[in-house]
């Protein structure tokens, strides 16, 4: 009899924690933390009887709702819809000052698993069991790193250097954002705007991707720190193609990126930006082809925060922790040995404004509440001051000249729809919130094109150019100042040091947001910047 009610009051458990989730009511979240603290808590004093007991140990769950349509042409070519939750656990067994930390047989192998939300009893033996998975991986990489540093000649400062930084309890529940996962409105969107590129004969394809992660994640850690989050990525692509008369494929695209189904464009706006798109395409279609240059250039808008974000947050504003037994050779190029020096122009000033929700008005959508690390990022953090390089973007493993968090430990929200399997599983990385850019030598858009001139004929230039879309540049003579669309161009090569040799910005600030590597990250800076010298290769 006793049996049988304990059996019943688990099921009745089960059910209520069920009820809760599909309602999307505040007790859901309490609910699935409340397990997670438990199962948490309950497996951490149970380890801590081990002979290599843990000292911490997180668990958060990324629960995703995601959809996708495609549409061509007016019709609709794909919908997929799919919920799947993820359970990633986190333990380190040693101190603070030396754990598990940074060895490949622990950082590589994999936690990520799926875990049932309806069934409270089936996500309590998940947690229990990842947590085992990951104490055993975790004995066996803190046993082989001590022995390594055995062996090691480190400095003091490098032995005094934590190999986890010990943080501030957080404690934040957010509400569910309001996500549109209408099937209907988005077919309708897609079709309707890729509709739009059957009036010019020109274009021989037009689709429109629109990808929705409605997510949130649950994080509970034992150093009692606790949130609830969003986890929302909205995101609209448009490609129109053409081929000109010599052959060379020509496409146009537009990417908006959002955390709210709310700041997407409607769908009329963006059917009136896709057609100038078309319309610019078709009129490149008959413009001559350029040669590879070298010299003064203009970028501007689109254009500038691609090069702006391959140059600088394409690992190198990121501190990188290479695992002590990686077998590898270190592939990724840092600032952090020109921490203190002058990376850059003295003009530019770069700051992060990752836990700055609404600027100017504006809600920006890479702000980060807290971070994967239970980490909240500063309002504002200088990075780059008048050219010199003051701090990089890191989580919780310290270097010597970046011993500090700040809050850029981010999850990774990937498709569930990519053909490549690594990419549909969630995951962390260092990574950029909101970036602004800032510059002392501010001009109008006239005088900056009046200074592209001048430096062009100081260089002993015919030309020089301006670039502000992902196709075409515009060729700017030095004799008359007249304006020539061109093709042919790939855009500005990523390269830092362009950076440099900055010889004026524009006085009107632009904010660009994107989705890469499973982040979203609003940058703001100045439309335009004018580089003294940029490469800009023929398209083979």
Known sequence: MKKLVIVLMSLLCSAVFAQNLSNGTDETENSI?????????????????????????????????????????????EFNENRTAWGMPVLYVGSYLVNNERMDAYTRSSATQKVNLNDATDLSVSIREAIDNRHKVAVQAFEKKTGMLN??????????????EKTPEVNLILPPEKTNMNREYWEMYASNVSAVAKKYPEIIEADVTVDIINGMVYYYNTENSRFSVPGVICNIVFVAKTIADDGEVLREFISISRSSTDRLPDMETFIVECEKRILHLIELKKAPVAESYTGPVLCEREALASLIGFSFFNNAMTVYHRDLDANYP????????????SIVSNYLTVKSLSGTRI???????GYIPVDCEGVVPAEELMLIENGVLKNMLNGRIPSLKNPHSNGHKRFILNSAFSHIVAFTLPGTHVFPGVIQFTAQNTLSDNDLKQELINAARKAGLEYAYIVNSNAGSIRIYVEDGREELVRGLYNPSFNYRAFQKILGVSDYEYISTGWSRGSVSSYIFPQSMLFEELEISEKK
């Open 359 to 365: 600027y100017n008005g504006q809600v920006l959508d």
């Open 33 to 77: 933390i409340s397990v997670i603290e438990k199962e948490v808590e309950s497996n951490f004093n149970r380890l801590r009887l081990s002979s290599t007991s843990p000292f911490f140990i997180s668990y958060a769950i990324i629960d995703q709702h995601q959809m996708r349509v495609k549409a061509s042409s007016g019709a609709v070519t």
């Open 330 to 341: 270190l592939r990724v190029r840092t600032f952090e040995t020109e921490m203190g020096e």
């Open 151 to 164: 062996r090691m000649n480190r400095t003091p400062e490098e032995m005094a250097l934590p190999d986890f």
